[in-house]
């Protein structure tokens, strides 16, 4: 992650800078000579993908690097839609779906992803001194920031956890009404939503408490999660 390996946020904009470029030149057929952009430009040979959701990827990881706060539960949403539905647009384009209901499922599974993401490098961030949690979250739970940063765990972290990871939740369960009327092409990328909901239990599991180390044990059991779900035809 760019954000984590560069010391100045002006030295990350110069790097995302790279990738506009990188991304223009290459929808222009005349690609840089860079594997990822040699790797994109016979991609599209053989698909159809738009270059307005890289362009959102980069524009929204270009504004991580100040640090934005959040303030309220839309800021966790938008950066979800900026970042993980993004990429599952694309996935979708990749299959050569075109389905307004696949792409709602795909926005609210990528909110929950983006959801996700966020509690589950937490106690990474926090070791950064960086708080995602939204500011009308942690005043509700009277959470002091500095002293989460000084300590990890702190009265009301689990019931912020709960919410925040309530309303993950729910993304997935508006995500799956539209199921049934999703063609089948569109599950192999609406299948990113079944390691997000196992996060979610194995959160839940543990009473909210993202510190708690067994959270970080990789789940060996994900790829049959996602054989039966696909053999299913569900997520």
């Known amino acids: 992650m760019i954000r984590e390996s560069t010391t100045k946020p002006q030295l990350g904009n110069l790097r995302m800078q790279f990738w506009r470029e990188t991304i223009d030149k290459t929808f222009k057929g005349i690609p840089p000579q860079q594997p990822i952009a040699q790797v994109l430009y016979n991609s599209l040979e053989i698909c159809q993908l738009s270059p307005l959701f890289f362009k959102r990827i980069i524009d929204e990881r270009d504004a991580q690097l100040y640090d934005p706060p959040y303030i309220n539960n839309k800021d966790l949403e938008s950066y979800g839609e900026n970042t ?7 996935h979708l384009q990749s299959l050569g779906v075109e389905d307004i209901q696949a792409d709602h499922a795909a926005s ?11 509690l589950r490098g937490f106690p990474y961030l926090v070791s950064k001194r960086r708080m995602l949690l939204p500011s009308v979250i942690t005043s509700k739970y009277n959470i002091s920031q500095e002293e989460i940063f000084r300590q990890g765990p702190v009265k009301g972290l689990e019931d912020a956890i709960f919410e925040i990871a309530t ?3 729910d993304h997935l369960l508006t995500a799956r009404t539209f199921l049934q009327s999703t063609p089948n092409q569109a599950l192999p990328a609406l299948l990113s939503a079944v390691p ?8 839940e599991k543990y009473n909210f ?5 067994k959270l970080a044990i990789r789940n060996w059991k994900l790829p ?5 779900n696909y053999n299913k035809g569900t997520f």
């Open 84 to 90: 993980a539905s993004c990429l599952l647009y694309l």
């Open 108 to 118: 609210h599974i990528g909110k929950s992803i983006g959801i996700v993401t966020i």
């Open 167 to 169: 309303l993950a939740h």
């Open 196 to 203: 997000c909901d196992l996060y979610l239990k194995r959160l």
């Open 209 to 213: 408490n993202v510190f708690d180390p």
């Open 224 to 228: 049959f999660y996602l054989w039966y």
